[in-house]
């Protein structure tokens, strides 16, 4: 089992930035790919970033290529989302999330998912 934890959701306005953390405990060994997920009222759950955390291979959706950047922090079983240039068209729910293998922007190929965080962008 893994337990995932985000944190740093908040309100900001466009153009502003956010950093979002998800902590991670439990048999993290055994996972091969952390990811952030998004999902907006009314839409349906996107793959944002994802990280392979044996080589360390980062892979974005272009909706946020240039602005966001992920990365993992081994020591601490934490894993950011780095935000910038954000824009209305971002809020959403923030979910990170832990997989075992299989395409990064699949959600069905995640297994363990945190409660979420909100970023809401105004223009």
């Known amino acids: 089992q893994v337990q995932l934890v985000e944190s740093g959701g908040g309100s900001v306005q466009a153009g502003g930035s956010l950093r979002l953390s998800c902590v991670a405990s439990?048999?993290?060994?055994?996972?091969?790919?952390m990811g952030w997920f998004r999902q907006a009222p009314g839409k349906e759950r996107e793959g944002v970033a994802a990280v392979y955390t044996g080589g360390g291979s980062t892979y974005y959706a272009d909706s946020v290529k240039g602005r966001f950047t992920i990365s993992q922090d081994n020591a601490k079983n934490t894993m950011y989302l780095q935000m910038n240039s954000l824009k209305p068209e971002d809020t959403a729910m923030y979910y990170c999330?832990?997989?075992?293998?299989?395409?990064?922007?699949?959600?069905?190929?995640?297994?363990?998912w945190g409660q979420g965080t909100q970023v809401t962008v105004s223009s």
């Open positions: 999330a832990a997989s075992y293998g299989g395409s990064w922007h699949e959600s069905k190929n995640f297994d363990y």
């Open positions: 439990g048999h993290t060994y055994m996972t091969n790919c």
